[in-house]
């Protein structure tokens, strides 16, 4: 299966303890993009990555949350100090990245994986 | 700072029949609309793009229609099946700009009558 890998599907923690959310992206892409869906909500976008550069973050809340794309080995969204409030859906997507070869291609399009969903008790 | 606009949190259609999802904009920046259908406990799954040089783009059933005046996008589907009964988001961007992420609407509930 070439689509985006996240883990673990689902993640328990207590409020306190620190949660590690993996993505894998489709082969041959290098963009990487974290959302949250918070129940009933639709998706907000988190953080933008390219391989070991942060390119967007303005979704980020300013605490607790960070975001990696080291080169080697996956995307990581790393959430300290876990409240209850973080228990979301979080989804990770993944696109080659904008080409100037052609205007407006589907090249920019995100593609999904099947999400993480964080529980914090 | 609701950007994109779904006002309808659900539709419910008979199988066979066109439907029609709608989606509002506020930001005059976005060139670039794609529509997602996601299943519960699945992730968003591509289903059609337009840019804002065009006004219409078809696959298949799906029809996605742009009218940049007003700011709105619709999404046709026909004829209707019972496997699209799902949530459909719509989502807006600024095509190469410094970022290229996606703001969503909050989606609607489509459920197909057999």
């Known amino acids: 299966n070439a689509g985006v890998m996240q883990n673990p599907r689902h993640l328990v923690r207590r409020r306190g303890q620190e949660a590690r959310l993996r993505c894998s992206p489709m082969k041959g892409h290098s963009h990487v993009y974290w959302y949250r869906q918070l129940p009933e909500e639709g998706l907000k976008f988190m953080v933008y990555l390219q391989k070991e550069n942060i390119i967007d973050e303005s979704g980020m809340p300013k605490e607790r949350f960070s975001a990696e794309f080291p ?7 790393r959430i300290q100090q876990v409240v209850r409030g973080d228990s979301a859906a979080y989804f990770c997507a993944s696109s080659p990245g904008p080409t100037s ?14 999400g993480t969903r964080l529980t914090v008790l | 700072d609701q950007q994109v606009k779904q006002n309808s949190p659900s539709l419910s259609v008979q199988e066979g029949r066109i439907s029609i999802l709608n989606c509002d904009y506020t930001n005059s920046m976005f060139d670039y609309f794609l529509w997602y259908k996601k299943y519960p406990a699945e992730g968003p799954t591509f289903l059609i793009s337009i840019s804002s040089i065009k006004d219409k783009n078809e696959d298949g059933r ?7 005046s007003a700011k709105h996008l619709s999404l046709h589907i026909v004829p209707s099946q019972p496997g699209d009964s799902a949530v459909y988001f719509c989502a807006a961007q600024i095509y190469g700009g ?5 703001i969503f609407g909050t989606g609607t509930l489509l459920a197909v009558q057999p």
Not at chain 1, 105 to 112: A, G, K, M, P
Not at chain 2, 98 to 102: M, P, S, Y
Request: aromatic share 18%; proline share 6%.
């Open chain 2, 62 to 68: 799906f029809t996605v229609f742009l009218n940049k």
């Open chain 2, 98 to 102: 410094a970022t290229n992420k996606l």
């Open chain 1, 101 to 114: 070869a052609r205007l407006f291609s589907s090249y920019n399009e995100q593609f999904f994986g099947p």
């Open chain 1, 71 to 77: 080169k080697e080995g996956p995307s990581i969204l």
